[in-house]
């Protein structure tokens, strides 16, 4: 595994690990930061495996279009196709007055996060 491969793992797990924490807060959780740094887990370990497959990365926070790239090499990944639809919604505009995350959408997108890194890992043996 090349270094810039390890450093996106090492990027995603630290969204992955603000995530989870966040998400246990009972005081004053932010329901916003969970979803964003879901979606960051998730799009770090996307890029983390486009690196590894020698696929050019783009400039994208769109989970759907980055987990395009890879179904010519990991079909199954489709059946994460309207996870990562969802999970988008939480890249940019929620950080910005006039979009809040429920609890429910946190709860929601730490399932997502977990499940797709768990697929994502396996690709890398």
Known sequence: MSALVNEWITKGEGDRHTARRESQVHDAPNWDAVCFHA???VEKYLKALL?????PISRTHDLTQLLRLLLPLHSDFEALLTDMEWLTTFAVEIRYPGES??????????SIMERAITCIRAKFG
């Open 101 to 110: 995350a429920l609890e429910a959408d946190a709860k929601q997108a730490v």
């Open 39 to 41: 979606q960051q887990a």
């Open 51 to 55: 690196q590894q497959e020698e696929i």
